[in-house]
């Protein structure tokens, strides 16, 4: 998108963000747009229940985060995250971080892969139906950023970060729904082949 930098009041001048369209992209402009095609496509359109671009940003950054890192370092199985709180001799801030890594995990797991968290081994909890298990974890997503958003209400540099924690909180499933599409629609997440496609590619080799 072109900035507008303004050499005098009446004749503003644009610059673009990306001069060379051939060159080298953020990670992130790779998911700015499918990202909002999902939403888009999800029935959960930017802005359209308040304010939450700052939503769109923060899930981006989590996608960069999930490509270059190990998605799994730090991360508790299943509902150990309620069950097993950080200790209280910690800080707020280190609290709220482990809190958060919990649901940032979860939101992600869930809405790219349908699995609650990619530490445990089942995908189904024990005695558990699969709808039975997806609202647990969902649960423990959106309780984790509700703690998260609790435990920052006194830091003013967080407040932003804070906004974000409040609104996955409250409409967490909404989010898991855009993600879910993203996967399936835009990334070929979870894409499954049939007889006649596997046996056109078998024939092919």
């Not at 303004?6 to 790779?30: H, M, Q």
């Not at 209400?153 to 599409?181: I, M």
Request: with cysteine; net charge positive.
């Amino acid at each position: 998108m072109p900035t507008p930098t303004a050499l005098s009041p009446s004749r503003p001048r644009y610059l673009s963000l990306f001069p060379d369209w051939e060159g080298r992209r953020p990670l992130g402009w790779f998911f700015a747009e499918p990202l909002l095609e999902a939403r888009a496509e999800a029935g959960f359109a930017t802005n359209c229940r308040g304010t939450d671009e700052d939503v769109n940003m923060y899930i981006l950054g989590l996608l960069v985060d999930w490509v270059t890192s190990d998605p799994a370092v730090g991360v508790a199985p299943a509902v150990d995250p309620l069950f097993m709180p950080p200790s209280r001799r910690l800080g707020h801030r280190a609290r709220a971080a482990i809190h958060r890594r919990q649901a940032d995990h979860r939101l992600l797991a869930l809405g790219l892969f349908d699995r609650g968290d990619l530490v445990r081994r089942r995908r189904t909890g024990w005695r558990m139906t699969g709808a039975e298990t997806r609202a647990r974890d969902l649960t423990v997503m959106q309780r984790g950023y509700a703690a998260a958003a609790d435990l920052t209400a006194g830091c003013p540099d967080l407040r932003g970060p804070r906004e974000v924690w409040r609104k996955l909180a409250t409409h967490g499933e909404d989010y898991v729904h855009v993600l879910q599409t993203l996967a399936r629609r835009r990334l070929g997440l979870g894409a499954r082949l049939g007889e006649a496609d596997l046996a056109h590619l078998l024939g092919s080799a």
